[in-house]
């Protein structure tokens, strides 16, 4: 299974929007929280999960949505795992690099 990225550039940020190809355009709810998979939000490219690393260095802020996703970006060191957000199962994170 792929991930689909995608990435928008404005004024000097870099942010990666990424999710786990199977998510794509579903809903998720859980209590008050609910995370919607938009394409338009997310549907870029379809790439490799080992992709997510040179997107990572580059990104000044990203979205990630998955298991294949935020597992990767917690083994590069972009997220902690105390971090991850869970809703209805399916995690996601976000990150911002200070610079």
């Given at each position: 299974?792929?991930?689909?990225?995608?990435?928008?550039?404005?004024?000097?940020?870099?942010?990666?929007?990424?999710?786990?190809?199977?998510?794509?355009?579903?809903?998720?709810?859980?209590?008050?929280?609910?995370?919607?998979v938009?394409?338009?939000?997310?549907?870029?490219?379809?790439?490799?999960?080992?992709?997510?690393?040179?997107?990572?260095?580059?990104?000044?802020?990203?979205?990630?949505?998955?298991?294949?996703?935020?597992?990767?970006a917690?083994?590069?060191?972009?997220?902690?795992?105390?971090?991850?957000?869970?809703?209805?199962?399916?995690?996601?994170?976000?990150?911002?690099?200070?610079?």
């Amino acid at each position: 299974m792929k991930i689909y990225v995608k990435v928008y550039r404005v004024q000097g940020e870099v942010l990666v929007a990424a999710c786990d190809e199977e998510l794509l355009g579903k809903t998720f709810r859980e209590g008050e929280l609910k995370l919607e998979v938009k394409e338009r939000f997310y549907k870029g490219e379809l790439r490799e999960v080992e992709e997510l690393e040179s997107l990572l260095e580059e990104a000044t802020i990203a979205n990630l949505t998955g298991e294949r996703c935020v597992k990767k970006a917690i083994e590069l060191g972009y997220v902690d795992e105390k971090r991850v957000l869970y809703i209805q199962g399916v995690p996601h994170a976000q990150m911002a690099k200070l610079l």
